[in-house]
Every structure is written in structure tokens, then in C-alpha cells.
T-cell receptor, first 111, second 109 residues
Framework: EAGVAQSPRYKIIEKRQSVAFWCNPISGHATLYWYQQILGQGPKLLIQFQNNGVVDDSQLPKDRFSAERLKGVDSTLKIQPAKLEDSAVYLC?????????FGQGTRLTVV | DQQVKQNSPSLSVQEGRISILNCDYTNSMFDYFLWYKKYPAEGPTFLISISSIKDKNEDGRFTVFLNKSAKHLSLHIVPSQPGDSAVYFCAASGNQFYFGTGTSLTVIP
């Protein structure tokens, strides 16, 4: 069974630029999560989808972050404009029931 | 507000000995608890879980203990191996997964 795929693996951008991350969850997993992990901290949920509907986006900074999950499969997370404090690893995860399975993450550096 | 806490940022253990990683939570509504292992430059990998109706779950060298009255869970690794060296995150599930800050385990050969 293929795992959660994320791209790109690494991204360096200047502040105020925009960036997008892509995630392809495990086939058949209805729930998809985007987490932000800042160095030295645990993953923090940004947004949770159930199929193509948003379940929880209470911690998503909606003035600059947006996410969508078209057709209930792939998802994209966008940041526009980026700030220095957005430097982090962005993790995508998916689940059917029980545990969530994570992708390798995208390491974003904002300079 | 950190609902899941791992108060030990790091732990060093000799190969063959027991590693005990601890985790505390604040929300009594959490009903499912998980441990993840993370190597550098990789995403977290699911290790073991426990439902709130149990107090122990064992999988090979890994055992998770849950003390609901104390809102505490622990991961025991016996015997510890150098390949176990990684960052371990505990997580609790209510309507979403809440993660602790991680404990970096080093197993010394």
C-alpha cells in the first residue's frame, strides 16, 4: 500500500512570496490533515478534511493560509504572503479510522 | 494551551535496558492515545496505540500503559536497541489529534 505522498520536500522562499504544497493521501482514507511542525515542537493541526468538507480549521491563519481538497482526494495548502515565522515542516496525514499516517513533510524556509 | 505534554525533552538509555517515555494529558474526554516515532527528515511513523477502555497494550518490544485517573500514559521499550534512537511523540485523540512536544531517545550501544 502506497503511503502519503507530499511535494515538494523542501522549499525556500522570500517573505511576502507565496507557496503551495501538495498532498496525495492513502487510497480510501476519507480524513486528511495538514499539520505545521515548528522546530522543537509537536505537530499542530492546521486543517482537517473529511472527504472534501472541512471538519476543523480553527487554527488555520485564514488571512494568509488556505487549503482545499478537490474531489475528496488530493489536497493543496497555500500560504500567501509568507512570513518568517511560517518556517516549519508542513505534514500531511490521512486516516480511515484510528491512527493517522503521515507523509514525509515539506520543509519550508522563509528568508 | 498544551493539552498533551511530554516533560522530558531527551532520554539516554544503554542498549538492552528499558526505555520509559512519559506523557501527560489534561482533557479527560480523550478516548484514544497513540505513540509516533520520528527520524530526522521523515514524517512521524505510527508505533502503537491504546484505547481508553484499556490500561495496557503490547506489541513486541513496545508496551503502552494508560493511567486514566492520573491522565498519564507511558511507552516502554524493552530491550532498547540503537535503531530505536529517534524522537517519540505521544498523541491523544478527541475530535482531532493533539501532539506532545516530543522526547528524543538515544540508545547507546
Amino acid at each position: 500500500e502506497a503511503g502519503v505522498a507530499q511535494s515538494p520536500r523542501y522549499k525556500i522562499i522570500e517573505k511576502r512570496q507565496s507557496v503551495a504544497f501538495w498532498c496525495n493521501p492513502i487510497s480510501g482514507h476519507a480524513t486528511l490533515y495538514w499539520y505545521q511542525q515548528i522546530l522543537g515542537q509537536g505537530p499542530k493541526l492546521l486543517i482537517q478534511f473529511q472527504n472534501n468538507g472541512v471538519v476543523d480549521d480553527s487554527q488555520l491563519p485564514k488571512d494568509r493560509f488556505s487549503a482545499e481538497r478537490l474531489k475528496g482526494v488530493d489536497s493543496t495548502l497555500k500560504i500567501q504572503p509568507a512570513k518568517l515565522e511560517d518556517s516549519a515542516v508542513y505534514l500531511c496525514a490521512s486516516s480511515r479510522t484510528g491512527e493517522a499516517f503521515f507523509g514525509q513533510g515539506t520543509r519550508l524556509t522563509v528568508v | 494551551d498544551q493539552q498533551v505534554k511530554q516533560n522530558s525533552p531527551s532520554l539516554s538509555v544503554q542498549e538492552g535496558r528499558i526505555s520509559i517515555l512519559n506523557c501527560d494529558y489534561t482533557n479527560s474526554m480523550f478516548d484514544y492515545f497513540l505513540w509516533y516515532k520520528k527520524y530526522p527528515a521523515e514524517g512521524p511513523t505510527f508505533l502503537i496505540s491504546i484505547s481508553s477502555i484499556k490500561d495496557k497494550n503490547e506489541d513486541g518490544r513496545f508496551t503502552v500503559f494508560l493511567n486514566k485517573s492520573a491522565k498519564h500514559l507511558s511507552l516502554h521499550i524493552v530491550p532498547s536497541q540503537p535503531g530505536d534512537s529517534a524522537v517519540y511523540f505521544c498523541a491523544a485523540s478527541g475530535n482531532q489529534f493533539y501532539f506532545g512536544t516530543g522526547t528524543s531517545l538515544t540508545v547507546i550501544p
